[in-house]
């Protein structure tokens, strides 16, 4: 295993920087070739940057846009001003001299009155904490050759730094200012900048190969799931190989949960105003739930996430020290209203089915079981060929108690050292995130790569002290008296709708034999030969093998085609001459081809690699 440098550059890094001035020369060039234009913002953004133009109306009066012909001007004219290496020359303003030098920008003097009230930052982002960004406040600018923005940096030292062969502009988008419907709609230049023209040539060739991958795109091909506007965005309607994946994933949750002393619930979809009230969620999450519901004069909600439901199953009878750990585990329908904007095939969606469980234990068991969770994930991941990955330690904010976060700097302290100890002695690459945290505790989100280097949230692991008080949640300890036990959150393969989403474009689509939907396609030669097809098929069935006989009217080569094209792993190809010795001719998805080969061998080798979960054919 090794940890993975994202490619979202760290404020800061050389690669930020380079971004970050390309984003600057780009406005410069769209300012020289459209002089009305007007600028939003321009940040560094993962494989890249951006920025915002408001080009005006058309003669229709609709916002006009770029065309592919504009990009190549502006890349042009990019080059000639990187060519001139001027340098980047930043000065601290007041809030008066900003105005002025904007005084023809009006998104920029709407961001330098958001500064002002401590609102939002220089990228129009939302501030958390208003009164610490209005104490910190510094407005400044970066000027290069003609082209002045309101910036804090940094920046390269000069535009000669970016290398001319190693930046592309790569599309054009519309975004409503600050993302915002009601606010007017910009046109956004995403481009990317790498160190050499190497980087570039690589970075694009992994782009090609992502749209290969494309979970929406397999998704569709290999008849995996569906989205119908009908039925709502985000509310994926899963078709049987797509809930095959799922089962598959359930089971293999099951076996290690079971080994590992887990119990399994499960709780309704919707529940009463009072309880989310009582967990807190109402307090921290409304915005991401769906409205109520009223029946009979009492409100419900369908519920965001399963914790508050496990709290009143621990406290539906007496517990003892014995009793701990106590591991409920559930796979459970939760429901998030994400903004539409968010929504992302099966990678955002507003309905998913998560792999949660809660661990209750004793205070001097919970770096034991938050080890063992860490070692359950990194078992998932060599068991999926997931070798690229760090996880995030979110920490709070203190300047956020009682805000953001559960108003007890005491309780956190503690709970992040344990956290904290837990993670050093694992040896699992991670990083310190301050102001992540969930409101109730610190938590660790393992960020993931797929074989393509497309990065991916895959799942969570938290420590909660604040659920278990709320819910006054006792157990009796070895002395005889009521303790409170800390919580661990826990959803190893996160929602099951992104982690499939993640899986089908990590193995793009050519899935190993135990998780594929069909494992075997028996292909007969000719009509002559149907019995001896249904013959193999119902031997692998019974064998426990997901196996599919095509006796359609197809040619044999259609045949095959249509079965490399859905990526099943084993083409068992039969005729006179394997039904006669009782053989099969198989076709590997890989391209490889195994004559003669005998029934009963074959069966034994498609159970084993079904049975080891293995990621070999």
């Known amino acids: 295993m090794q940890a993975q440098d994202s490619a979202e550059p760290y404020e800061g890094s050389e690669l930020f920087k380079l971004r970050h001035t390309a984003a600057h020369v780009m406005a410069q060039a769209v300012l020289e070739l459209f002089p009305g234009a007007k600028l939003g913002i321009g940040p560094p953004v993962v494989d890249g940057f951006y920025y915002d133009f408001d080009l005006g109306l058309d003669e229709n009066g609709r916002p006009r846009t ?45 961001i330098i009155d958001g500064l002002l009230r401590g609102e939002f930052n220089e990228y129009g982002d939302d501030v958390e904490d208003r009164q610490r960004a209005i104490d910190n406040l510094v407005i400044s600018t970066y000027r290069h050759d003609t082209f002045e923005d309101l910036c804090k940096g940094p920046h390269v030292a000069h535009t000669g730094l970016i290398p001319v062969d190693a930046f592309q502009l790569m599309s054009t988008a519309a975004a409503y200012w600050r993302g915002d419907q009601s606010r007017p709609m910009l046109q956004r230049i995403y481009g990317t900048a790498w160190f ?19 979970h929406r795109k397999l998704g569709r091909e290999l008849e995996l799931y569906i989205m119908d506007e009908e039925v709502g965005p ?40 009072e309880l989310f009230r009582h967990s807190g969620h109402l307090d ?35 517990r003892s020290y014995r009793d701990l750990p106590l591991k409920l585990a559930e796979y459970g329908m939760i429901y998030r209203y994400e903004q539409s904007g968010e929504l992302f095939g099966l990678m955002r969606v507003r309905a998913a089915q998560q792999n949660d469980a809660h661990i209750y234990c004793a205070e001097d068991q919970v770096e034991a079981e938050f080890t063992a969770v860490i070692d359950l994930y990194r078992h998932y991941f060599s068991l999926f060929g997931i070798d690229r990955y760090v ?79 709320r819910f ?30 993640f899986l089908i474009e990590h193995y793009g689509g050519n899935f190993p034999v135990w998780l594929a939907p069909e494992q075997v396609r028996v292909i007969p030669i000719t009509d002559d ?34 079965a490399q094209l859905m990526r099943v792993p084993y083409m068992a190809v039969v005729g006179g001459q394997e039904a006669a010795a009782e053989t099969l001719a198989v076709r590997y998805r890989d391209g490889e081809q195994r004559n003669d080969t005998p029934l009963g061998e074959f069966v034994a080798h498609a159970q084993k690699r079904i049975r080891t979960r293995s990621g070999e054919l």
């Not at 009979?296 to 965001?304: G, H």
């Not at 097809?533 to 019974?542: D, I």
């Not at 093998?545 to 080569?557: E, N, P, Q, W």
Request: proline letters at 6%; hydrophobic letters at 40%.
């Open 66 to 110: 770029f065309a592919q012909a504009d990009l190549e001007r502006i890349e042009k004219r990019m080059r000639q001003i990187i060519a001139g290496k001027h340098p980047l020359r930043t000065k601290v303003v007041t809030a008066d001299e900003a105005r002025e030098l904007f005084a023809d920008q009006p998104y920029k003097l709407e």
């Open 196 to 214: 050499s023209k190497k980087d570039l040539k690589r970075h694009l060739q992994l782009l090609e190969e992502a749209k290969k991958r494309d």
């Open 234 to 273: 985000g509310l994926p309607l899963w078709l049987p190989n797509g809930n095959i994946l799922r089962e598959e994933l359930e089971k293999l949750a099951h076996e290690m949960e079971d080994a590992a002393g887990y119990q399994r619930v499960a709780t309704p979809h919707i529940a009463k105003e």
């Open 284 to 318: 921290y999450y409304e915005e991401s739930m769906y409205p109520p519901m009223e029946r009979e004069d009492i409100r419900y909600y369908l519920k965001p996430m399963n914790c508050p439901f496990h709290h009143k199953i621990f406290a539906s009878k007496p």
């Open 391 to 469: 996880m995030r330690l979110s920490l709070h904010e203190r300047s956020q108690l009682g805000v953001k976060y559960a108003d007890d700097e005491a309780a956190w302290l503690k709970a992040e050292a344990m956290a904290r100890r837990v993670m050093k002695a694992s040896g699992v690459p991670f990083v310190e995130a301050r102001g992540e945290a969930a409101f109730y505790g610190p938590k660790i989100d393992v960020q993931a790569w797929s074989v393509i280097g497309r990065e991916f949230s895959l799942a969570t692991n938290q420590i909660d002290f604040v659920a278990p008080a």
């Open 472 to 501: 006054g949640l006792t157990f009796t300890n070895r002395d005889g008296q009521p303790e409170m036990p800390y919580c661990i959150h826990r959803a190893p393969l996160g929602a099951h709708e992104r982690y499939i989403g």
């Open 529 to 562: 030969h149907h019995d001896y097809a249904r013959r193999v098929a119902a031997r692998l069935s019974e064998a426990g093998v997901r196996v599919h006989a095509d006796l359609g009217s197809d040619r044999m080569g259609a045949k095959i085609r249509a």
